[in-house]
T-cell receptor, first 116, second 117 residues
C-alpha cells in the first residue's frame, strides 16, 4: 500500500530563516510521481512541483528547493529566506503508475507559520 | 473560466438529506478527481474519472456516496442520507493526460464546504 508521512505537524520560524519540510513515502511501484502542494489560508491547493521516480536530481525554483532521495524514500522541501507569505499548509503527495493508477495519496500536511 | 470551479462553495444541510456537489474541470482535461478534507487533516482520495468512466471507486467511504461524469466534463458527487461525519471540504481536481495512468499535475478547485447539522 502507498503511504506518505509528513512527520512535522507544525513548524514556526521567523522571517528570513530557512526551513525544511520532511516527506517520507512508501510504495511498491518502481514508477511513481511525487508532488508538493501549498494550501494557503484561502484554502485552494496550489501545485508546487512534480518529480518522477527516475529523476533524482535536486531542483531549485527561486527560494524553493527539493531534495529527492530514493535510498531513503524521502522528498524534502526547503524554503530559503522564508517570508510571511509562505505561511500555509504544505502537502506532499504520491501517485503510483502501475498498481493504483490515478490514485494520489497525500500526507497529513505540515502547517508552516512564518512570523515577521 | 481558466481554473477548476466547484459549486456550491458552501452547503449546510440537515442530517438525512441528500446533497449534490458539482465540479467543472479545466476545459480539455480528461481526468477528474474528488477528494475529501476533514478539518485539520490531509486529503482523502474518493474517486477519479478517466473520461466518463471511473476505474477506481475504492475510495468512496460508503454506498451513500456516488459520483458521475457526463460528456467528459462536469462531474457530480452525490451524498445520500448525509451524516454529521460527512462534514468536510470536498475538493475536485482535474488533469490532462493521454495514458491510462494519471501522472500529470492536478489542478484543484476551491472546494465545497459541507456542513451536516
Amino acid at each position: 500500500a502507498q503511504k506518505v508521512t509528513q512527520a512535522q505537524t507544525e513548524i514556526s520560524v521567523v522571517e528570513k530563516e530557512d526551513v525544511t519540510l520532511d516527506c517520507v513515502y512508501e510504495t511498491r511501484d518502481t514508477t511513481y510521481y511525487l508532488f508538493w502542494y501549498k494550501q494557503p489560508p484561502s484554502g485552494e491547493l496550489v501545485f508546487l512541483i512534480r518529480r518522477n521516480s527516475f529523476d533524482e536530481q535536486n531542483e531549485i525554483s527561486g527560494r524553493y528547493s527539493w531534495n529527492f532521495q530514493k535510498s531513503t524514500s524521502s522528498f524534502n522541501f526547503t524554503i530559503t529566506a522564508s517570508q510571511v507569505v509562505d505561511s500555509a499548509v504544505y502537502f506532499c503527495a504520491l501517485s503510483e503508475v502501475n498498481t493504483n493508477a490515478g490514485k494520489s495519496t497525500f500526507g497529513d500536511g505540515t502547517t508552516l507559520t512564518v512570523k515577521p | 473560466g481558466a481554473g477548476v470551479s466547484q459549486s456550491p462553495s458552501n452547503k449546510v444541510t440537515e442530517k438525512g438529506k441528500d446533497v449534490e456537489l458539482r465540479c467543472d474541470p479545466i476545459s480539455g482535461h480528461t481526468a477528474l478527481y474528488w477528494y475529501r478534507q476533514r478539518l485539520g487533516q490531509g486529503l482523502e482520495f474518493l474517486i477519479y474519472f478517466q473520461g466518463n468512466s471511473a476505474p477506481d471507486k475504492s475510495g468512496l467511504p460508503s454506498d451513500r456516496f456516488s459520483a458521475e461524469r457526463t460528456g467528459g466534463s462536469v462531474s457530480t458527487l452525490t451524498i445520500q442520507r448525509t451524516q454529521q461525519e460527512d462534514s468536510a471540504v470536498y475538493l475536485c481536481a482535474s488533469s490532462s493526460y493521454l495514458q491510462v495512468a494519471s501522472t500529470d499535475t492536478q489542478y484543484f478547485g476551491p472546494g465545497t464546504r459541507l456542513t451536516v447539522l
